[in-house]
T-cell receptor, first 117, second 112 residues
């Protein structure tokens, strides 16, 4: 299989604090990891694409200084929401693409529910 | 040109019936078309995917039909079950694992 985990699954924080979300590929190495945000009853919106060892590529309208992405290894990427505000409350989902096999398949994590009070 | 349009927004089907969800795209550079199933509070899970070199792909009760000339593809769920009740997303990407563009999603309800 291809399993992607996220930690934490839920987080509640006060406005102005920073929150770090981890995304791990458990049984494969990932060349590329993607970070999505999903608001209730809406589709997934890509926030950024990260490749191991290089800077993330952010989608238009996503503040790179607010959503810090680090892809330190082939199995771990982190998203840090800095100075979080209530409007950042959302469901954050990562996905990972396998290093081997030339497949286009992205495997998604279970998501992290962020609530900013 | 990056959009993927999905319909219907919601769908109610009786147990045992066929669920059909449609997607249309504009960018002819797209060459990978997956369907994802998402349950509330969970991440999307890959159901089935197709490439433009075939017109149909079947895996169990799930079938993708692909019409390259019309730039449309659809998901058919045969013998729909209450456990299939979920939100389904179509998506598309260009060559080799680049970013996925998602459709708006279809909330499927299968009544017992």
């Amino acid at each position: 299989g291809a399993v992607v985990s996220q930690h934490p699954s839920r987080v509640i924080c006060k406005s102005g604090t920073s929150v770090k979300i981890e995304c791990r590929s458990l049984d494969f190495q990932a060349t590329t990891m993607f970070w999505y945000r999903q608001f209730p009853k809406q589709s997934l919106m890509l926030m950024a694409t990260s490749n191991e060892g290089s800077k993330a590529t952010y989608e238009q309208g996503v503040e790179k200084d607010k959503f810090l992405i680090n892809h330190a290894s082939l199995t771990l990427s982190t998203l840090t929401v800095t100075s979080a505000h209530p409007e950042d409350s959302s469901f954050y989902i990562c996905s990972a693409k396998k290093l081997a096999g030339g497949t286009d398949t992205q495997y998604f994590g279970p998501g992290t529910r962020l609530t900013v009070l | 040109q990056q959009q993927v349009k999905q319909s219907p927004q919601s769908l109610i089907v009786q147990k045992g019936g066929i669920s059909i969800i449609n997607c249309a795209y504009e960018n002819t550079a797209f060459d990978y078309f997956p369907w994802y199933q998402q349950f509330p509070g969970k991440g999307p899970a890959l159901l089935i995917a197709i490439r433009p070199d075939v017109s149909e792909k079947k895996e169990g009760r799930f079938t993708i039909s692909f019409n390259k000339s019309a730039k449309q593809f659809s998901l058919h769920i045969m013998d729909s079950q209450p456990g299939d009740s979920a939100t389904y997303f179509c998506a598309a990407s260009k060559a080799s694992g680049s970013r996925l563009t998602f459709g708006e999603g279809t909330q499927l309800t299968v009544n017992p």
